[in-house]
């Protein structure tokens, strides 16, 4: 399983680059505006600092229009910026267009805000390289995320479609491990969750034992 880092964050991109665990970055609109980058051109030098960052990463970056032609042309732009760029793209009819036609110039797509395992099929079938299935905003409305991975994963192997299934809007360690069960390729979470992948209390206590007895070796 690829892990990616859900950030537009330069500082938290590198701590999870130098922890030697990391295939991509994923940004959206809100993630940048947190970031408070605005215009045009802060916004694709901000892709490109994130693409140094992560040499060889697959490194998502939204579309900010709607409809298919402006989609298109935002879209070709920021393919131009680097080849690790990914078009990522809303699901909707002009977002199904816009992704064939990238698909049909060679440029890989991420279909985002996706919530069923019929809009991932949609995505796939329009040749979305990636689909993001939002795990926590459904738990967050009292619907099962994990589900939807087990859904669109067995949707994917059933026709041998080889579209990724990205697991996004990642909120703790437990989607991460439940993704990793039901063979989702890629989670792209917080660097707070993939840090917490390292917590355990035994570790700590563990670790902790080694460092006194091995103060009492070197005496
Ligand atoms: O990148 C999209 C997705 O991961 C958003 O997550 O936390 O805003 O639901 P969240």
Redesign the pocket.
């Known amino acids: 399983m690829k892990f990616f880092i859900?950030t537009a964050n330069l500082d938290q991109i590198a701590q999870a680059q130098a922890m030697g665990i990391l295939d991509g970055v994923?940004?959206?609109p809100?993630?940048m505006a947190k970031e408070g980058i605005t215009g045009h051109d802060n916004i694709l030098e901000h892709y490109r600092k994130i693409c140094r960052l992560v040499p060889g990463g697959a490194i998502?970056a939204?579309v900010l229009a709607t409809d298919y032609s402006h989609m298109v042309s935002e879209g070709r732009e920021l393919a131009g910026l680097d080849p690790q760029i990914v078009v990522?793209v809303p699901i909707s009819e002009d977002g199904l267009r816009a992704i064939k036609t990238f698909h049909d110039e060679g440029i890989q797509t991420n279909c985002?805000?996706v919530f069923s395992a019929a809009q991932a099929l949609l995505a796939a079938k329009a040749g979305a390289r990636y689909v993001?299935p939002?795990l926590?905003?459904l738990d967050?409305i009292d619907s099962d995320g994990l589900e939807l991975i087990r859904q669109i994963r067995q949707i994917f192997d059933n026709y041998a479609i080889e579209t990724r299934i990205l697991a996004?809007?990642?909120?703790h360690v437990k989607h991460i491990t439940g993704c990793a069960l039901l063979g989702a390729d890629v989670v792209?979470?917080?660097l707070s969750a993939i840090k917490g992948m390292l917590v355990h209390p035994l570790t700590e206590n563990g670790l902790k034992k080694f460092v006194e007895d091995a103060a009492k070796m070197t005496k």
């Open positions: 859900d994923t940004t959206n809100s993630l998502s939204e990522k985002t805000l993001s939002f926590g905003r967050d996004a809007s990642i909120r792209t979470a917080p």
